[in-house]
T-cell receptor, first 113, second 115 residues
Framework: SQTIHQWPATLVQPVGSPLSLECTVE??????LYWYRQAAGRGLQLLFY??????ISSEVPQNLSASRPQDRQFILSSKKLLLSDSGFYLC????????????FGPGTRLTVL | GQQLNQSPQSMFIQEGEDVSMNCTSS?????WLWYKQDPGEGPVLLIA?????ELTSNGRLTAQFGITRKDSFLNISASIPSDVGIYFC???????????????FGQGTILTVHP
């Protein structure tokens, strides 16, 4: 069966510090991968999605970047965090092309102080 | 971009009551999904709908894909305390190319169940 992991579960970072969040998927190959941000427990905003290694599409202008160094690894990064980057970050995967169902990881709670 | 209007925003009900929530859009969707999110966790897929008019059940949950393809509803029968959480609808409208697989989410319905 497929599983999706996110690390770390929680993170408190000062403004201006770098960020690296990791997402890994097991039990599937060539998944579509997604990064979402959820503010205040409501509304999921799609940040990035990837259909393959090294292929990243950005949905909204922002202070963040994403990379996919391996087939089942998706990383969310920032060089300098802003207060507004605080939120709940969710990674999700779906079967490439043929499946619209997305399955979410447990999330990372980021607090920028 | 596409937007989904989900209502109600919150519900406070007694255990045993039935619950109904819905999502509407000005755009046509090819797929409707319903998720539940517990506090501090990622959303869990409850039901997926792929055809206009489709009615699908998952235990006490029933969801329907509207005939116009612009709306969907979710019903929960005989609610229990563990039904507490945030319920999200999500729609997908395939326009070809890179839009494939991207979902538009509603703002969520917060459900509180009193024992």
């Amino acid at each position: 069966s497929q599983t999706i992991h996110q690390w770390p579960a929680t993170l408190v970072q000062p403004v201006g510090s770098p960020l690296s969040l990791e997402c890994t998927v097991e039990g599937t190959s060539n998944p579509n991968l997604y990064w979402y941000r959820q503010a205040a427990g409501r509304g999921l905003q799609l940040l990035f999605y990837s259909v393959g290694i090294g292929q990243i599409s950005s949905e909204v202008p922002q202070n963040l970047s994403a990379s996919r160094p391996q087939d089942r690894q998706f990383i969310l990064s920032s060089k300098k965090l802003l207060l507004s980057d605080s939120g709940f970050y969710l990674c999700a995967w779906s079967v490439t092309l043929a499946d619209n169902e997305q399955f979410f990881g447990p999330g990372t709670r980021l607090t920028v102080l | 971009g596409q937007q989904l209007n989900q209502s109600p925003q919150s519900m406070f009900i007694q255990e045993g009551e039935d619950v109904s929530m819905n999502c509407t859009s000005s755009s046509i969707f090819n797929t409707w999904l319903w998720y539940k999110q517990d506090p501090g966790e990622g959303p869990v897929l409850l039901i997926a709908l792929y055809k206009a008019g489709e009615l699908t059940s998952n235990g006490r949950l029933t969801a329907q894909f509207g005939i116009t393809r612009k709306d969907s509803f979710l019903n929960i029968s005989a609610s229990i305390p563990s039904d507490v959480g945030i319920y999200f609808c999500a729609g997908q409208s395939y326009a070809g190319g890179t839009s494939y697989g991207k979902l538009t989410f509603g703002q969520g319905t917060i459900l509180t169940v009193h024992p």
